[in-house]
């Protein structure tokens, strides 16, 4: 009877976690729109500088019709799940990355005595709501997508392409915190996660079969970034899948997710483990 006592304490702590959550970015979100013309002036300039990646895929595309066996429009697909699901997962997770910092300076101690989870502290730390400027602009490029594709949508093909946006943020989200977590061993690797998170929407806003098997097995069965948009957009297209996988293969982004989930919720708890206070 213990255990499902535990189990059931424990879902009602993470019930818990958007209301505290909300709770510590109301003062950074408070913050940001105190000043109006400052905050829509950085979210555009967010627009702009995330949106320079799309306007090169234009330019490209202004003297080919294909790349990768994708056209523009199958591009701007790709483009815009992979910017939706990282802009998402850096808007709700992004601070975590600087729980390195915390750590060399002590303050990671003060996370351990407040009553919330060390774990929403960090993700809600220094919330910067400017980072909506990213998933603001994948959404302009997404209906772009959408005008320009002759697709037979159904139901199906609808809702899987949701998901995939959430599916994929949560895979990055869980990327951010495997980084937070590997912080815990080697202090200020930031830009490690960093090669993985950005440097991941970067590989995955292309089709991701011109960059050779390797790299492809690598996203697939290591760090499993093709499973952010890459398999889910083919299978919305009506693409074959790669590698000899079956077209079914779009349909695996949430187990794959979950799976990440779990990875990434171990590897968390074992770095605060693993943490010893600077005694300051």
């Not at 602009?137 to 946006?165: E, R």
């Not at 299978?235 to 990875?263: C, D, F, I, N, R």
């Amino acid at each position: 009877m213990a255990e499902p006592r535990a189990l059931r304490r424990w879902s009602q702590q993470v019930l818990l976690w958007p209301a505290q959550y909300w709770m510590l970015i109301r003062m950074w979100v408070r913050s940001a729109l105190a000043y109006p013309l400052s905050f829509v002036l950085m979210l555009i300039s967010g627009m702009l500088i995330t949106g320079t990646d799309f306007f090169a895929v234009l330019m490209m595309f202004s003297h080919i019709t294909a790349f990768g066996g994708f056209t523009l429009g199958e591009m701007a697909l790709l483009y815009a799940t992979a910017a939706m699901a990282l802009g998402i997962a850096d808007l709700v997770t992004g601070s975590i990355e600087r729980v390195g910092q915390r750590i060399r300076s002590g303050e990671l101690d003060v996370y351990l005595i407040r009553p919330v989870p060390a774990f929403i502290q960090a993700a809600a730390d220094n919330f910067a709501l400017r980072r909506l400027g990213r998933p603001m602009q994948a959404s302009g490029v997404l209906i772009f997508a959408l005008v320009s594709l002759d697709l037979d949508w159904t139901l199906a093909k609808i809702a899987l392409l949701v998901l995939s946006m959430i599916t994929g943020s949560i895979i990055f989200a869980t990327i951010f915190v495997l980084g937070a977590a590997f912080q815990f061993v080697a202090i200020d690797s930031a830009e490690l996660a960093n090669s993985f998170t950005y440097g991941g929407q970067q590989l995955t806003q292309y089709p991701l079969a011109i960059f050779g098997k390797e790299i492809l097995r690598a996203v697939t069965f290591v760090v499993p970034l093709a499973f952010v948009n890459y398999y889910p957009v083919l299978y919305v297209l009506g693409k074959p899948a790669p590698l000899g996988l079956p077209s079914w293969t779009g349909l695996l982004a949430a187990p794959v997710a979950a799976l990440m989930v779990v990875v990434a919720s171990l590897a968390w708890r074992g770095g605060l483990r693993r943490y010893r206070s600077t005694g300051s």
